[in-house]
């Protein structure tokens, strides 16, 4: 893929993840959203379990699962559906979109990349200057970033 080609996805996978930052902020109920949900519209057990054709025991069971963190994505999809709603799924990139996890890590490489050099320099008594280093570390980062190497995420 070319690198104007890579910009346009990784601007437009930017742009579907940005929708999400808000729910960042969200808390996630101790007893999980099916409990929460369920017992919000005063629906039992053996209500939700006849509309996913299970029992009530499956049920309890699907909301420790979601609980404790080991429910798949098709139970979560298949609850949804039962109580009227739509799972929603996705990524909230914590350095806030794609182009600054991007830019972090290029900069961390780069940063080891300049260092290994300039220690080299310093033992042959050549030692740059800090604001030569810094300028040497982003012109580095913005070349990992421009081509995108493979080793980017080593």
């Known amino acids: 893929m070319n690198n104007s080609k890579h910009a346009l996805l990784i601007e437009q996978v930017d742009r579907k993840l940005k929708s999400f930052r808000a729910l960042n902020e969200v808390i996630v ?3 999980g959203w099916i409990y929460t949900v369920r017992t919000a519209l005063k629906m039992s057990l053996r209500q939700l379990g006849e509309k996913m054709e299970i029992t009530p025991q499956s049920i309890s069971e699907i909301e420790q699962r979601e609980a404790s963190q080991s429910i798949t994505l098709k139970s979560l999809r298949e609850t949804a ?3 009227d709603m739509q799972l929603v799924y996705g990524f909230i990139p914590k350095e806030g979109s794609l182009e600054k ?6 900069t961390e490489i780069a940063l080891k990349i300049v260092m290994r050099t300039s220690n080299t320099m310093k033992l042959e008594d050549q030692e740059n200057s800090k604001k030569r280093l810094e300028k040497n570390i982003k012109s580095k980062a913005r070349e990992l970033i421009d081509t995108m190497p493979k080793h980017l995420w080593d």
């Open 101 to 106: 996890m991007i830019e972090k890590r290029a």
């Open 29 to 31: 109920p101790k007893k």
């Open 81 to 83: 559906q039962a109580l």
